[in-house]
């Protein structure tokens, strides 16, 4: 090669005898030739050097595009299965170990699937077993027998009140009374007076009138107490026991000793409810309405109890749909046999699916490595395996699990971080 270069240059020094001849060295670098001198004018050692460094980057390029290079580079499938395979195995911790104080496991039943994300709820009285109790008469209480939060009897006295219409109308039922039975006496005697023709038939007319307008006047006197009274209360002179008309408890109590009262109250002396039954009011999407049927079942979830879900069912579809919010009103019944749920409480609500369960899992729960999550789960005290997981469907706080668990197992849902750094750190990885 290096013969051919001189004969090369000889040549081109023939064709132009003003240009000084080329003296040419080369060299071979790992099996390249390259020009390493020239010596012959200025312009001949510029293009020289020009040369040297265009081979010298060539030849940096093909090494690094050599094949003994790339045969080393892992596919992304192995990538993946050694991605994977690192995140398979199990960690034990000795008893007393201060990373389990830091590990909270549940066990996590299979549930049904909700149809969306968890939609705004208020908890309600349950109209059906509850009572508002005010009065349809004017007077002034003179003593009360029971405070808020008290548990009542059917018929139990809640007040004592004086009422003078209660009074009035007692005094005009007996007069009432008494001219009816004076007029019954007259009627009598004048009915053994017609044979004889002792009195006359005007007379006998205006008698028989006379006694049915006393009639009507007392029928009127004792439907007025039916009204002051409509559920039939124990009433001594003017003093009317008020009672309850259920038993339950008394949650909200407007009266006040000496209070007047009268029918046109704004709000009820008494409010008396059973708080083991509930309504929930649901705010339901449009975009649901179709999915919802009466009896569909509702979880309901509350911030003072983060860690326990109620159950309820649909009893009541929405008619209307608020022109502000766009969603229509759902009502649920739900079962409060712990008292826990308090009316006007805002809780959260989900409406579930009629077939598909899941695992529900907090978020906090899932470990997410790419394209795949894991969860760890506790096969015994202190010690945890990590198991791969597929949600199925994923919310802000819960997702459901489809695959990956079969439900009952105890998952670690506080510290999955922490149990996640202290796995990868047994295992030599660094972070």
Partial sequence: MRRDIRLRLETLQNRNPKEA???????????????TRFTASKKGKLIGFGLL???ALAYAGWRSLSPQKIEHMPSPAASAQQAHAELSGSIRFVA?????????????????????????????????????????????????????GDAVTLGQVLAVIDSPDFGTAYADLNK?????????????????????????????????????????ETARAEQRIKNLNPHGLKIVGQQVSLASPLQGVVTERTASPALEIN??????????????????????????????????????QSDAFPDQTFTGKIIQLGQTINPNTRRANVLARVDNPEGKLLPEMFVRASVLQADGQGVRVPNQALITRGLYAYVFVEQAAGDFTLQRVKPIKR?????????????GERVVTKGALLLEAEFLASLGEKQ
Avoid: C
């Avoid at 001849?21 to 020009?35: C, D, K, M, Q």
């Avoid at 004889?196 to 005007?202: F, M, N, Q, V, Y």
């Fill in 53 to 55: 460094v265009v081979l």
């Fill in 176 to 216: 009432a009374r008494a001219d009816e039975k004076r007029k019954q006496l007259a009627v009598k005697r004048a009915k053994d007076l017609v044979p004889g023709e002792a009195i006359s038939t005007r007379d006998w007319e205006a008698v028989q009138a006379d006694y049915a307008q006393a009639q009507a």
């Fill in 395 to 407: 919310g802000v706080d819960f997702s459901y699990i489809g695959e990956g668990l079969r439900g």
């Fill in 263 to 300: 029918p046109n109250l704004a709000a009820p002396l008494f409010v008396v409810t059973d708080p083991k039954r509930l309504w929930v009011s649901i705010d339901l999407p449009e975009s649901l309405l179709s999915k919802v049927k009466l009896g569909s079942v509702v979880t309901i």
């Fill in 21 to 35: 001849l080329l003296s040419v060295e080369s060299a071979t670098i790992t099996g390249v030739t390259v020009l």
């Fill in 96 to 148: 007393g170990a201060s990373q389990l104080a830091m590990l909270h496991t549940q066990s996590l039943p299979l549930t049904p699937i909700p149809l969306s994300e968890q939609l705004s709820a208020r908890v309600t009285y349950d109209e059906e077993v509850t009572a508002r109790i005010g009065v349809s008469f004017s007077g002034r209480i003179l003593a009360l027998k029971v405070a808020p």
